[in-house]
């Protein structure tokens, strides 16, 4: 089985004005993208910015609940932040990457609004893929309005958008990751129901 690696990208990203920027870190995001990592038993979620100011303040909050009283009253919190790494760039965390696994990871874009490319990867071939392959992956999750162009243009390829049943298409890129993951990874076989327990539900 291949090893599924996350990013979280604060640049380059996009902003309402489609403008390459960098996006500030939101505390919230670290907590429950590293609870995701640790649910799946993901080896690491990259947390991605060049900014030295976003870097002291994500050091400041992973060290809180994994080096000091916070990992102490919460042990389980701790077990999903010693799995956020920060990187100021993709490129590092794709060196670090391969210096744990002794081979570059092939990179997988999102994006909430693609609506066509010949990249496009559906979650049943994409977890089929991770499955049975051995190449590790990298999934970039865009922050603020999304990822920079010139990453779909790196990624070898681009997972599909989530689909639900309503034109509202705005899910946190923390909630968006816990679906992906899931469909990814997940014993969803369990979920699909047999003739015989598929009533009154």
Known sequence: MA?????????????????VVASAITTIDLHDLGRTARTYDLPACYVVTPLADQIDLAKRL?????????????????????????VRSIEEAVADIRKREDRSPEI????????????????RQAG??????????????????????????????ILEPIRANSSYNH???????????DRLLGDNDRYEGTEDDSHGH
């Open 62 to 86: 992973i060290a809180h609940w994994t080096e000091g009283v916070g990992g102490q009253l919460h042990p389980t919190r701790k077990q999903a932040l010693e799995l956020l790494v920060l």
């Open 128 to 157: 089929t893929r991770l499955k049975e392959g051995s190449e590790p992956v990298l999934l970039l999750l865009g922050t603020a309005w999304g990822l920079a162009p010139e990453l779909f243009e790196r990624a070898h390829r």
């Open 171 to 181: 899910l946190s890129v923390r909630c968006a990751a816990a679906i992906m993951v």
């Open 108 to 123: 997988w874009a999102t994006s909430a609004r693609l609506k066509s490319s010949p990249k496009l990867l559906g979650y």
């Open 3 to 19: 090893n599924l690696y996350l990013a979280l990208v604060h640049y380059p990203v996009l902003n309402r004005h489609g403008e």
